[in-house]
């Protein structure tokens, strides 16, 4: 079955690096994502991996995968307010299908 | 703008209405879905269609109906909800086998309050 798994909040200082962490259950998963949720939008994708790779780098953003243990994380480098959001773990074994995680609220203090 | 648009914004409504949610989008995609968020849950897929044809209705209650009546619009059809039925109720689409690569675009969503 899908399921996936996310701690729920997360503060972090601002310039600090954030880490948020996914599991999920699906060893057939072969796309894993990283939505955004700004206050009173939708979600927005952040980026994506491949199952097959283990390491994404896109500016301040790190996407790390272990797909042996089913973990996933993102890492934001340098934290800004505008990072304030809830980040969602998704993750696709069908064409049409995404199973999401429930959110972690990220909050940036100053 | 996503490309994805949902009205109304926010809606307040008795358990005896009657309402409907409208999605539209222009980005030339053929799958559409209703996802149903509460806080601190994980998103529910409520219903796909794929080329207008409905492909997943996940055990959702009747009072829950779902309208897609071309591949640019999608509609969810309230009646007599109950209180726990209060959430953001967003849509999203998708370009069918592309999904996996490209994941969803969200619309903003509805804020649905049943008092």
């Given at each position: ?50 199952s097959n790779m283990d390491m994404k780098q896109d500016q301040r953003l790190t996407v790390l995968l272990n797909k042996k243990d089913k973990h996933l994380s993102l890492r934001i480098a340098d934290t800004q ?30 | ?109 509805t804020r649905l309050t049943v008092v």
């Amino acid at each position: 079955g899908e399921d996936v798994e996310q701690s729920l909040f997360l503060s972090v200082r601002e310039g600090d690096s954030s880490v948020i962490n996914c599991t999920y259950t699906d060893s057939s998963s072969t796309y894993l994502y990283w939505y955004k949720q700004e206050p009173g939008a939708g979600l927005q994708l952040l980026t994506y991996i491949f199952s097959n790779m283990d390491m994404k780098q896109d500016q301040r953003l790190t996407v790390l995968l272990n797909k042996k243990d089913k973990h996933l994380s993102l890492r934001i480098a340098d934290t800004q307010t505008g990072d304030s959001a809830i980040y969602f773990c998704a993750e696709s074994t069908h064409d049409y299908k995404l199973s999401f995680g429930a959110g972690t609220t990220v909050t940036v203090r100053a | 703008e996503t490309g994805v648009t949902q009205t109304p914004r926010h809606l307040v409504m008795g358990m005896t209405n009657k309402k409907s949610l409208k999605c539209e989008q222009h980005l030339g995609h053929n799958a559409m879905y209703w996802y149903k968020q509460s806080a601190k849950k994980p998103l529910e897929l409520m219903f796909v269609y794929n080329f207008k044809e409905q492909t997943e209705n996940n055990s959702v209650p009747s009072r829950f109906s779902p309208e897609c009546p071309n591949s640019s619009h999608l509609f969810l059809h309230l009646h007599t909800l109950q209180p726990e039925d209060s959430a953001l109720y967003l849509c999203a689409s998708s370009q069918g086998t592309s999904a996996r690569l490209l994941g969803y675009t969200f619309g903003s969503g509805t804020r649905l309050t049943v008092v």
